[in-house]
């Protein structure tokens, strides 16, 4: 009798353990599964964490980049502010000591709102190119995020020179030719409003000129356009640089246009040899 309750339990016994034996072994199967999954290095790291997002989480985004670019711009603007008289003196030094009249109440104000105003935007544009490069970071592929950065540095570079070449050269060159041109015969006593109005305007437009490198180097990049065919339109171009610098200078002297346009045609050539270094 016992021998038979022995022989009958052996079965059970065996099963149970075959069973606990298969739930291990998964178990373990499962685990070492999910060790060869882990990412052996960085680029499939980096593919785990691209998340897509969706439509509201992209709005988010943006709507928290543009709050805190437009936190910096307000800083900005409230500093030059602070400072506002010692830019003006800075800016009507090309004028060559003409006098400068206020000719309506609070003329003056609002000039040094306005000038503020554009100081302050260009003290905070390094605040907003990061804000739009962290925007437009995580839709980028490897290559892209590679070369965004000296992209960023050579069009950050570039706008400096271009105010620098404007304030330098085609500010002078302007005003010496509005104040050599009838000299004899009116006095020099201009509107602070219209003489600061010229100056920005020519300022920013030289600074947006001087970007021509940048955006051929980013069309060469996407493949629309090679060196070789920048190079074959070339004579388009000179005849573009004249109608460019005739629209973006806010004189009608014919020197000022002449500097500009030849500015914007060696910027233009000098894209074409930075294509050509990237081999493109």
């Not at 882990?38 to 897509?52: Q, S």
């Not at 990049?221 to 920048?230: D, F, H, K, L, Y």
């Not at 500097?259 to 074409?272: H, R």
Request: proline content about 4%.
């Amino acid at each position: 009798m016992l021998e038979t309750v022995s022989e009958a339990e052996q079965p059970k016994d065996f099963a149970t353990t075959t069973l606990e034996d298969v739930n291990e072994s998964a178990i373990a199967i499962a685990d070492q599964s999910v060790v060869d999954d882990e990412p052996d290095d960085l680029d499939d790291l980096e593919a785990i964490e691209d998340v897509e997002m969706s439509l509201f989480d992209h709005l988010e985004e943006l709507r928290s980049r543009v709050f805190y670019a437009l936190i910096a711009v307000f800083v900005g603007i409230a500093f030059c502010f602070v400072f506002v008289n010692k830019i003006v003196a800075l800016l009507e030094i090309p004028a060559q000591g003409v006098k400068f009249l206020q000719l309506a109440p609070g003329e003056y104000f609002f000039v040094s709102i306005k000038v503020a105003g554009y100081s302050g935007l260009l003290l905070s544009s390094p605040a907003i190119l990061y804000q739009i490069v962290r925007f437009i970071l995580p839709g980028l592929t490897k290559k892209e995020k590679r070369a965004i950065a000296p992209i960023v540095f050579g069009s950050s570079i570039l706008f400096v020179l271009g105010i620098v070449f404007a304030y330098e050269l085609l500010i002078p060159a302007a005003l010496n030719f509005f104040i050599s041109y009838g000299g004899d015969v009116v006095e020099q006593f201009w509107s602070i409003d219209r003489y600061f109005e010229f100056v920005l305007l020519l300022l920013f437009s030289t600074g947006l000129a001087f970007q021509i490198p940048v955006i051929q180097a980013l069309l060469a990049m996407t493949g629309i356009v090679n060196s070789a065919r920048m190079l074959a339109g070339w004579r388009y171009v000179v005849l573009g640089a004249v109608i460019l610098g005739a629209v973006l200078t806010p004189s009608t002297d014919p020197m000022t246009q002449s500097l500009l346009a030849g500015a914007v045609g060696l910027l233009y050539f000098g894209g074409i040899f930075l294509v050509k270094a990237m081999g493109k």
